[in-house]
């Protein structure tokens, strides 16, 4: 029996390869490190920092020319992260109290990491391990450690506590049939390149990263998060037929990729993706989807200690855009408050923070935080296609306050001779009962909607989305959760604007189903959902579509609908 051990699979599929560890530890160089006064410490540190922000510029010129943006927008994070103004600053304040440059960068970097770590928001803490790879990089550039070195022509698996972004955006195709980390999550960048290359990746091993040397044969599960160290042949084997089947399924997914969301009788549905970081858009595009409904844009706020400027929104917003190639991007300006505060603005305690300050209304109360936010969205708006959805709308004065704002941030713009989109459409997130009930008011002052079905049922069933104690009360199913999304649809289509869908319930495919007969246009989801809901659409005739739905909306319970539905669209 081979020796197994377990850690968190995040990119399913089986590989089998030989480890190439590729973390060096730099404690030994460090110590030996001797230091020199502060002012050449200081100039090491700038001129390493030079190198590694060139060399990773390269890297990205090359992953842009070779098509591969999303490797290119990950490489641009960590070269902002290089020339961090603030990291610098605290590095020289270091070297300022004595401490030796390579110690000084290891500690600051280390300092900045452990406040990613502290964050709720899973992606956010990822960046922790993004900044730790930059601290190492220009370390090992001071201590004159060199690039690790990947020559061979094995099939390896690239192991390491965490892995360079850059490191595995370099190997080439073939080369590389799967990851190990020993720490990481499902959104840590290197756990993303290594998704958007489908390699088997599992991260969270720890310990158990000691156990392997350079050269052990191992076989990888990214399903289950398994690792086999000297796998038998029958494991082997075993791996491979299954691999085999992999590459079926996805030729699958890839055959649906470019087919369109359309019913056999014709009816067509756009399939969009919800995002929260610009380089999620390749992945999405390349599981099919048509551009992106929802652009969270409160990530590039949460988990920092202080305001993004204009200027890097616009930097972020317009990689998104370019990124989309075309295709439409809808940012959802600021959704902040309720679950997701904000430590450096210092909102107020509430005891209903879902009921309180947050979403359109802090924006519209805090024109020095939504005029930026909207300005760095027209600016993208000049490479290619967006929309403005704003959260949480309740009443058609707070559209036409903050269609003001759009508008003022355009002229204003203009004035300054500043490039920005010619039109861009308004949007409203339907996510209140009080907007569903008043979508035909809203529709007279809107271009689209988007029913965000995670809030709005909750406020329809006053049941808290992350209380477990009431799960049972939160589904789409719900006859009151049901008319409220009918009636946006119909107000929306007497209107003649387009009326879609960016919470959960739009990656169902069952649901799916019902939302097709509703008349909804555009459904946007996870970019994973993508091709089970476009397989069920191919499937269904609107038609028979209709008469589901006609039979659901004269059902009473949520479980029970949900239970017909899966029965009938098996
Ligand atoms: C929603 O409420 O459905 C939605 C998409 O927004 P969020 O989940 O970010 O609140
Ligand atoms: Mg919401």
Redesign the pocket.
């Known amino acids: 029996m081979s020796v197994e051990f377990r850690g968190a699979g995040v990119v399913p599929g089986m590989a089998v390869g030989t480890i190439r560890r590729v973390e060096t530890s730099l404690t030994a160089a460090v110590a030996a490190y001797v230091s020199g006064a502060q002012e050449s410490e200081n100039e090491k540190i700038l001129a390493a920092q030079a190198v590694v922000g060139a060399r990773l510029t390269e890297q990205m010129t090359a992953c842009s020319a070779a098509g591969q943006s999303l490797q290119a927008a990950i490489l641009t994070t960590q070269q902002l992260m290089v020339q961090d103004p603030m990291l610098t600053e605290k590095i020289q304040n270091k070297t300022a109290a004595g401490i030796p440059a390579p110690q000084a960068i290891l500690t600051a970097t280390e300092e900045e990491a452990a406040i990613f770590d502290a964050m709720d928001d899973a992606y956010l803490r990822e960046r922790a391990a993004d900044i730790r790879c930059v601290g190492q990089a220009i370390a090992r550039q001071v201590l004159g450690i060199s690039e690790i070195d990947l020559s061979g022509d094995e099939a390896m698996i690239l192991t390491g506590v965490t892995i360079e972004p850059s490191l595995l955006a370099s190997i080439p195709a073939g080369r590389l049939v799967g990851v190990l980390l020993g720490e990481g999550s499902r959104t840590s960048h290197a756990v993303i390149l290594a998704r958007a290359r489908s390699l088997p990746t599992i991260v969270g091993v720890g310990n158990f990263l000691s156990q392997l040397r350079d050269g052990d044969e191992v076989l990888l599960d990214g399903e289950q998060g398994l690792v086999r160290l000297q796998p038998t042949a029958a494991e082997v084997a075993f791996a491979a037929a299954a691999r085999r089947q992999q590459d079926l399924l996805r030729e699958k997914d890839a055959a649906l990729r470019d087919l369109p969301a359309v019913t056999p009788d014709g009816v067509r549905i756009s399939l969009l993706a919800n995002i929260g970081t610009s380089a999620e858009v390749v992945p999405a595009l390349e599981k099919g989807a048509e551009g992106i409904g929802?652009f969270?844009s409160e990530v590039l706020f949460l988990g920092r200690a202080s305001l993004p400027t204009e200027e890097e929104q616009y930097i972020v917003y317009r990689a998104a855009v370019e990124n989309c190639r075309g295709k439409r991007c809808v940012f959802r300006t600021l959704?902040i408050g309720g679950d997701k505060p904000l430590a450096y603005l210092d909102l107020p305690v509430e005891s209903n923070p879902f009921l309180g300050w947050r979403a359109i209304r802090i924006s519209l109360d805090r024109p020095d935080l939504f005029q930026p936010q909207l300005r760095a969205i027209l600016r993208a708006g000049a490479y290619g296609p967006v929309a403005v959805l704003l959260p949480m709308i309740v009443s058609a004065a707070e559209v036409r306050a903050a269609r003001q704002q759009l508008e003022k941030a355009r002229t204003d713009l203009l004035a300054e001779g500043i490039a920005c989109a010619d039109t861009v459409p308004l949007g409203l997130m339907i996510?209140t009962p009080a907007a569903a009930l008043t979508a035909k008011i809203l529709a007279q002052q809107a271009d689209f909607f988007s029913i965000?079905?995670?809030?709005?049922i909750q406020y329809t069933l006053a049941a808290d989305r992350g209380n477990p104690k009431v799960s049972s009360l939160y589904s789409p199913f719900y006859p009151a959760v049901l008319q409220l999304i009918l009636q946006t649809i119909s107000a929306g289509r007497e209107a003649g604007i387009p009326v879609g869908m960016?919470?959960e319930m739009a990656g169902d495919s069952y649901a799916a189903v019902l939302l097709l007969a509703m008349g909804i246009s555009e459904l946007s989801m996870t970019a994973a959902s993508i091709p089970g809901v476009k397989a069920k659409l191919r499937q269904v005739t609107a038609k028979q579509a209709k008469k589901i739905l006609g039979t659901v909306l004269a059902m009473d319970d949520a479980a029970a609908i949900e239970q017909y539905l899966r029965i009938i669209l098996q």
Do not use: H, K, V
Not at 452 to 456: A, H, K, Q
């Open positions: 929802l969270r959704d996510e965000g079905t995670n809030d709005l960016c919470g």
